[in-house]
């Protein structure tokens, strides 16, 4: 509802949005939570056949998944009550320590080693996965890039085109670099999933940043390539997606396609309404069904309604916070909500295409509902500055409807 309110001895009236954006969003709060207690759920369920067989009451992803949630909870709180102020002079500090971290994983001994694969560090019976928190660190970083500068004053036409065109481009262009580089630590691990997770979501920064066809254009290509690249760069992964339509043969169903036929079959049993909370059968068959593949038993148990229902409050809160982005005049938030909100949903299809056998696995969890604590928490932390970004421009409007003024700010990236 509007509301009026006074200033002085005058008497004034201002309206505020129907929307306010410097209140805690009730909505976005709610599917977060409830998604959160279906992750809890499905990891329990999931998990459950292999921890009795263990002779175990719970499943231990299930203690990790609910101390993961406490923790999220409580660093999504924190991370929304920081002022955008403090936020800009440590974003940059913060994604530095990160990138660091993740090139500490590289040195001999620093890293837990699970299936080949050197992503995670343990500390106290827990992993801890740099990459999901580059992805948070990232999109601040580079949502202040392009919305935290004004404009610098055009160069003299004397200056030449070097210092007049391409030395100012490059200026501008440095964060976008810094992150290729990071999703290029990440590749290496090895996980191309979250490597692309990072640079499709940091792609949509730069679109709603506001940046010119050219640069977008410069971007798409150059994120292609070095996609591309990054296949060609492993031999597994060419032949993982040229083995990936043989699906009949006995050699793919007994190597890298066993995951995804059983998930497949489950799928079929599923059907619309499913065979029963509890009776699933592959989650006795995966090696790991608390993770990638965690959708699985939500599409056997629950069938396509249960599957499409945990979908549509994803996409619920994946629109909400593309909504609340978008009614916000603060060009930080606005980047930041939409690379948060396509982080989410990138990740959800990739999942669901891994789960029903459209794409081969690249090891990407479904948010919220698959086991692991660094994705949770990282995913609460960037709800969280979403919110403080929000609340940081409802107090903007509060002070400008009180004499004070707030400045727009352009995108670094070229214009032109």
Not at 27 to 50: E, H, K, N, Q
Not at 160 to 165: D, I, M, S, T
Not at 199 to 221: C, D, H, K
Request: charged share 15%.
């Amino acid at each position: 509802m509007s509301t009026v309110r006074t200033t002085g001895t005058a008497q004034r009236a201002v309206v505020e949005p129907r929307l306010s954006t410097s209140q805690f969003d009730s909505v976005l709060f709610g599917l977060a939570v409830l998604l959160s207690l279906i992750g809890i759920f499905v990891v329990w369920d999931a998990g459950y056949a292999r921890a009795v067989r263990d002779g175990a009451v719970f499943p231990r992803e299930l203690r990790n998944q609910s101390v993961s949630l406490v923790a999220a909870l409580i660093a999504g709180f924190v991370s929304s009550l920081i002022g955008t102020g403090r936020l800009r002079k440590l974003a940059w500090p913060v994604f530095g320590v990160v990138v660091a971290l993740l090139a500490l994983l590289f040195v001999p001994g620093a890293a837990q080693e699970i299936g080949g694969a050197r992503r995670w560090f343990s500390i106290g019976g827990f992993l801890l996965q740099p990459a999901e928190f580059t992805k948070v660190a990232g999109l601040v970083a580079l949502s202040f890039a392009i919305s935290g500068r004004p404009d610098r004053k055009p160069a003299p036409r004397s200056a030449g085109y070097l210092r007049g065109q391409l030395l100012p481009r490059l200026r501008r262009s440095w964060p976008l670099v810094a992150i290729v580089l990071a999703a290029a630590l990440i590749e290496r691990e090895p996980d191309l999933g979250t490597a692309a997770v990072l640079l499709v979501s940091a792609f949509a920064v730069v679109w709603v940043g506001g940046v010119s066809r050219l640069s977008l254009a410069l971007i798409v290509a150059s994120g292609a390539l070095l996609l591309a690249g990054m296949i060609a760069a492993e031999p597994f992964r060419i032949a993982r997606l040229l083995n990936h339509g043989d699906r009949a043969s006995e050699a793919y169903r007994l190597g890298t396609g066993y995951q995804p036929v059983i998930s497949q079959e489950a799928l079929q049993r599923g059907g619309i309404l499913g065979v029963g909370i509890t009776k699933g059968q592959a989650k006795k068959e995966l090696p790991v069904p608390t993770t990638d593949f965690a959708m699985t038993t939500v599409a056997e148990e629950t069938g396509l309604v249960g599957a499409l229902t945990v979908l549509g409050l994803v996409g619920w809160l994946v629109s909400r916070l593309f909504l609340l982005g978008m009614r916000s005049r603060d060009r930080f938030a606005t980047c930041l909500c939409a690379g948060i909100a396509t982080w989410i949903a990138v990740q959800s299809a990739v999942n669901v295409m891994m789960v029903n056998g459209t794409i081969p696995p690249i090891g990407i969890p479904m948010p919220f509902v698959s086991n692991g604590g660094s994705s949770l928490v990282a995913i609460w932390l960037g709800l969280g500055l979403c919110t403080a970004a929000l609340r940081g421009h409802g107090k903007e409007v509060a002070d400008a409807s009180s004499g004070h003024r707030w400045r727009n700010r352009r995108a670094r990236l070229s214009r032109d």
